[in-house]
T-cell receptor, first 112, second 112 residues
């Protein structure tokens, strides 16, 4: 069974640009979660989507946004990039109503 | 193929007793391990970490044990409290903190 996939693996942007990160959940999973793992910090919750709707978001500014498509894949968009946005962005998926989350390998975003 | 496994989806423990959560990994290059706790609809919270140069790390009620030869680590919570009821994720990385791989989680229920 294919796991959670994320693309791209690495992304390099400059300040002020926009970044788009993509996630495909495990087949049958309807919930997708996004996390930020900044260097030296713990995992920070960003967004939770289920059945195409945003269910919850963490303590991040509005320039972090996303969406979930009918096939349950998801995009994370970060506008007006800042240097401190450099981090590993993890996506996870789960069955609806289940807390067990399966994580993807992450996208490493570097903002120069 | 999951590189980090938590084979017990759930665990129930009586308040005041010890909770032991287990995690197995397959990649011998992993050298840094973390445990996260996650409440419903919230992001994971970092609990405790251990590097491969140690076999034990303690922080209050939480102790993590690492058995490198068995590729196994465990989290001990003593004494368990009802507020510990959550999903616990084990995570592992190579190069001390790069590209974490997470297990699917174990739901701990501490019964009063």
């Amino acid at each position: 069974e294919a796991g959670v996939t994320q693309s791209p693996t690495h992304l390099i942007k400059t300040r002020g640009q926009q970044a788009t990160l993509r996630c495909s959940p495990i087949s049958g999973h309807t919930s997708v979660y996004w996390y930020q793992q900044a260097l030296g910090l713990g995992l920070q919750f960003l967004l939770w989507y289920d059945e195409g709707e945003e269910r919850n978001r963490g303590n991040f500014p509005p320039r972090f946004s996303g969406r979930q498509f009918p096939n349950y894949s998801s995009e994370l968009n970060v506008n007006a990039l800042e240097l401190e946005d450099s981090a590993l962005y993890l996506c996870a998926s789960s069955l609806q109503g289940r807390d067990e989350q399966f994580f993807g390998p992450g996208t490493r975003l570097t903002v120069l | 193929d999951q590189q980090v496994k938590q084979n017990s989806p759930s665990l129930s423990v009586q308040e005041g007793r010890i909770s032991i959560l287990n995690c197995d990994y397959t990649n011998s290059m992993f050298d840094y391990f973390l445990w996260y706790k996650k409440y419903p609809a919230e992001g994971p919270t970092f609990l405790i970490s251990i590097s491969s140069i140690k076999d034990k790390n303690e922080d209050g009620r939480f102790t993590v044990f690492l058995n490198k030869s068995a590729k196994h680590l465990s989290l001990h919570i003593v004494p368990s409290q009802p507020g510990d009821s959550a999903v616990y994720f084990c995570a592992a990385s190579e190069n001390y903190g790069q590209n974490f791989v997470f297990g699917p989680g174990t739901r701990l229920s501490v019964l009063p």
